[in-house]
């Protein structure tokens, strides 16, 4: 494999920066691209963390870690700040992304126009069925995964994204490790073991959809009142005959981060 292979993490200040200010970066540099394209040259702290959807000390605090305070009674320079969020999301290069399972959601996944917008390329596309092999998606001949270690040396591959049923998961995830990837992009249901110095960023759709299910039930429980069904207060606890609702569960942007 080569030696001087590019990782994903990036150098220099964003070394220490928190998991969830990391989190948050790509969002702020979504709202600036949005404010740029509005021909806005300099926003706040409010207006750009409303834009965000974060309050304004939070995201003055993220940002801090990337050395970037803004000027008092003028706030951040549009263009400068989304030229520092790029740099610390390794954005100034176009990452070679390999994708492994093409069934449904590889196959919607490998035509997304999002990932070349925002510096990733799909370099190639693996599925261990021999009958796929050789068919043609969004431009790309689907390879089989055996031929998965010349590729991720070739096209100097960083980064994985696995898009296969969760009981091929794993072995997906232990051949891209040994082929050279060092970050993976699981939407398989499962959790994934990998070995230290590889990240691991878990999109589970079905959680997603039981986390809006829990909102959508809470809501449902007091629109029917303080008793709820039969008289028993549901997601909640009684308290001078009126429920107090539980706390939503805590979730990390329902995402899991494996392998730090």
């Not at 790509?26 to 040259?41: E, F, I, S, W």
């Not at 055996?146 to 980064?159: G, M």
């Not at 008793?227 to 609702?245: E, L, S, W, Y």
């Amino acid at each position: 494999m080569s030696g001087d292979r590019p990782r994903i993490r990036a150098a220099g200040r964003t070394r220490g920066v928190p998991e969830a200010t990391v989190a948050r970066l790509p969002v702020y540099l979504r709202a600036l691209h949005a404010l740029a394209d509005t021909g806005c040259d300099t926003v706040s702290s409010e207006e750009l963390a409303v834009a965000a959807g974060v309050n304004s000390a939070k995201l003055r605090k993220d940002l801090s870690h990337l050395g970037s305070y803004g000027t008092r009674g003028v706030g951040y320079e549009v263009s400068l700040l989304v030229d520092q969020i790029s740099r610390a999301l390794g954005l100034t290069q176009r990452w070679a992304v390999v994708l492994v399972g093409v069934g449904n959601l590889g196959h919607a996944l490998a035509g997304y126009a999002g990932f070349a917008s925002r510096g990733f390329r799909i370099a190639a596309l693996f599925d261990a069925d021999a009958e796929r092999v050789g068919e043609r998606i969004a431009g790309l001949d689907i390879r089989h995964i055996d031929d998965l270690d010349r590729v991720v040396e070739e096209e100097q591959v960083s980064i994985g994204v696995i898009s296969t049923p969760s009981a091929a998961a794993q072995e997906v995830a232990d051949r891209l490790v040994e082929a050279g990837v060092t970050s993976i992009l699981n939407f398989a249901p499962c959790v994934l073991q990998v070995p230290d110095g590889v990240d691991v960023r878990k999109v589970d759709l079905a959680l997603e959809l039981q986390i809006l299910s829990f909102h959508e039930q809470r809501k449902a429980d007091i629109a029917k009142g303080p008793h709820g069904v039969n008289g028993t207060a549901i997601n909640g606890t009684m308290k001078g005959g009126a429920v107090t609702p539980l706390p939503a569960p805590r979730v990390d942007d329902a995402r899991e981060v494996v392998g730090q």
